[in-house]
């Protein structure tokens, strides 16, 4: 993805709920068992701040953690990862690579044969189901 989207901090709170404001433009973290509802039929998971696509149903699995868990992004350049040192935590944080978004985090210890696993905020993700 080469065009960012760019908006100012103004914009990003009118278009979004106090709580994906903060999950996603401040680096926030919602409360886990949020958003266990999310469907589970085929579809695809898009960044809830610029509708970029992120993750396919396909790749969800159940990590018992409380968040959504995915085993791989839909596409590679979807997501961009950067270092994450806060909270005394040695992390790799996940953002939309179209709008810098924060969607949580992905860890090595994932179950499939990808070994990660993407556990992103909710409220960071919208879905939209399959035709």
Known sequence: ??????????EWRAQLSDL????????????????DNFPKKPGIFLCTC???PLFDAGSKFDAHCGWPSFDRAADDAAVE???DNSHFM??????CAK??????????????????RYCINGVAIDFEAED
Do not use: W
Request: net charge negative; aromatic share 4%; hydrophobic share 25%.
């Open 1 to 10: 993805m080469t065009d960012k989207i760019v908006k100012t901090e103004a």
């Open 20 to 35: 994906a404001y903060e999950v996603t433009r401040r680096k926030g973290t919602e409360r886990p068992g949020t958003h």
């Open 50 to 52: 610029c509708g970029a």
């Open 81 to 83: 990862m950067h270092e």
């Open 90 to 95: 040695r992390r790799t944080e996940v953002v």
């Open 99 to 116: 709008c810098d978004a924060h969607l949580g985090h992905v860890f090595p210890d994932g179950p499939t044969e990808t070994g990660l």
